[in-house]
């Protein structure tokens, strides 16, 4: 099991929108329906924003939103806001033998 | 609402066992269907999973940490807690507790613990 790859960084200017993505295996994003994404404010707590690959948890805005195809997963954020500026992880089940959940290596978005 | 909120020691000797609890308030994780688990963020690096427990037994963990860690729960105490043996200069971390919905969704954090090895 290894950990998800993902972009060390992406950028945008406010009002833009941003695209980040989470790549796994089969035995992990590609056959499950477990995606999850977290916005992570350094010193702060993680905050779930996506599961289940696309759904929002109550109080989550619209602008963002996620999505799945194949092995590869993906966070979109809409009119980017300077708040937007933070570390984002995907994170996905792999039970296939063992339970099992990895992170991504996380991605810098900049909001320019 | 939830919370979760991490307590322990912040440096522990190499070779010595990190322990850490996590105290839930807002709920009850005897009458939950969900998971509570650790997660850990070494300086610099990325958020990885240590583990995640059922209520009622069932314990899952990171197969790069399994032969050093246990979780367990203490319902009367509505704590869980986390035991690392061994510990080495690499398992410096924030440590996070959450709540797990069995499939990797953490929907509630703790503000986590610095623990120095």
């Known amino acids: 099991q290894s950990a998800l790859a993902q972009p060390r960084s992406v950028s945008g200017s406010p009002g833009q929108s941003v695209t980040i993505s989470c790549t796994g295996t089969?035995?992990?994003?590609?056959?499950?329906?477990?995606v999850s994404w977290y916005q992570h404010h350094p010193g702060k707590a993680p905050k779930l924003l996506i599961s289940e690959v696309y759904k929002r948890p109550s109080g989550v805005p619209d602008r963002f939103s996620g999505s799945k195809s194949g092995n590869r997963a993906s966070l979109t954020i809409t009119g980017l806001q300077a708040e937007d500026e933070a570390d984002y992880y995907c994170c996905s089940y792999g039970g296939s033998d063992i339970f099992f959940v990895a992170f991504g290596g996380g991605t810098k978005l900049t909001v320019l | 609402q939830l919370q979760l909120q991490e307590s322990g020691p912040g440096l522990v000797k190499p070779s010595e066992t990190l322990s850490l609890s996590c105290t839930v308030s807002?709920?009850?994780?005897?009458?939950?269907?969900?998971?509570w688990a650790w997660v850990r963020q070494p300086p610099g690096k990325a958020l990885e999973w240590i583990g995640s427990m059922y209520q009622g037994g069932s314990a899952y963990y990171n197969p790069s940490l399994r032969s050093r860690v246990t979780i367990s729960v203490d319902n009367s105490m509505n704590q869980f807690s986390l035991s690392l043996r061994s510990a080495t200069a690499a398992d410096t971390a924030i440590y996070f507790c959450?709540?797990?919905?069995?499939?990797?969704?953490?929907?509630?954090w703790g503000q986590g613990k610095l623990v120095a090895v």
């Open positions: 807002g709920g009850y994780i005897s009458r939950s269907s969900y998971f």
């Open positions: 959450a709540r797990d919905d069995g499939y990797g969704s953490f929907d509630f």
């Open positions: 089969s035995g992990d994003v590609g056959g499950y329906n477990y």
